[in-house]
T-cell receptor, first 115, second 114 residues
Framework: NAGVTQTPKFRVLKTGQSMTLLCAQD?????MYWYRQDPGMGLRLIHY???????AKGEVPDGYNVSRLKKQNFLLGLESAAPSQTSVYFC??????????????FGAGSRLTVL | GESVGLHLPTLSVQEGDNSIINCAYS??????FIWYKQESGKGPQFIID???NMDKRQGQRVTVLLNKTVKHLSLQIAATQPGDSAVYFC?????????????WGLGTSLAVNP
């Protein structure tokens, strides 16, 4: 089982460039999330989706856009990359509902450096 | 605002000893707590969870204790092994909303000395 797969694993961008991070899950999960992880700041939620065709803002959404056109995929886009977006990005997914469904499955992360 | 914090940012233990990682939370409305382990270069991995109506839950070599009176959560690892070296995160889930977003702690780094 692949679980949650993120591509690419590493990327270096110049300021102002755009790129898309792809997250794919094969567990038929309804909910998907994009987090960024920075030293000393833990995991911060960027955007999330509770189902195909729906997205919502997390706590740090500025500078990012997302799309969930297919249930298994959740894309994170940077339209104009900034050095402040240098980070490790994690995608996660889980089943819907509140009962015993709070466990997130994470991908291995995508390390993005913006010069 | 509400937050989840950690008492110790780093913890160093000898192989074979027991480890205790602590976490303080401030949202009394949270009804679910989870511990994750993150090894270097990997994503967080679920370890164990506990509901607010429980005060203890045991897994394989791990035990989570919840003290709602003082809003304290701890993760105990028995007979700590080198493979336990990682950053451990606690997370809480406020009892509100359908999307059940987690509130994450900042993490505690556990180093196991051989």
């Amino acid at each position: 089982n692949a679980g949650v797969t993120q591509t690419p694993k590493f990327r270096v961008l110049k300021t102002g460039q755009s790129m898309t991070l792809l997250c794919a899950q094969d567990m038929n999960h309804e909910y998907m999330y994009w987090y960024r992880q920075d030293p000393g700041m833990g995991l911060r939620l960027i955007h999330y989706s509770v189902g195909e065709g729906t997205t919502a803002k997390g706590e740090v959404p500025d500078g990012y856009n997302v799309s969930r056109l297919k249930k298994q995929n959740f894309l994170l886009g940077l339209e104009s990359a900034a050095p402040s977006q240098t980070s490790v990005y994690f995608c996660a997914s889980r089943v819907s509902g509140n009962s015993g469904a709070n466990v997130l499955t994470f991908g291995a992360g995508s390390r993005l450096t913006v010069l | 605002g509400e937050s989840v914090g950690l008492h110790l940012p780093t913890l160093s233990v000898q192989e074979g000893d027991n480890s205790i990682i602590n976490c303080a939370y401030s949202n009394s409305a949270s009804d679910y707590f989870i511990w994750y382990k993150q090894e270097s270069g990997k994503g967080p991995q679920f370890i164990i969870d506990i509901r607010s109506n429980m005060d203890k839950r045991q897994g394989q070599r791990v035990t989570v204790l919840l003290n709602k009176t003082v809003k304290h959560l701890s993760l105990q690892i028995a007979a700590t092994q080198p493979g336990d070296s990682a950053v451990y995160f606690c997370a809480e889930i406020p009892n509100a909303g359908n999307n059940r977003k987690l509130i994450w702690g900042l993490g505690t780094s556990l180093a196991v000395n051989p």
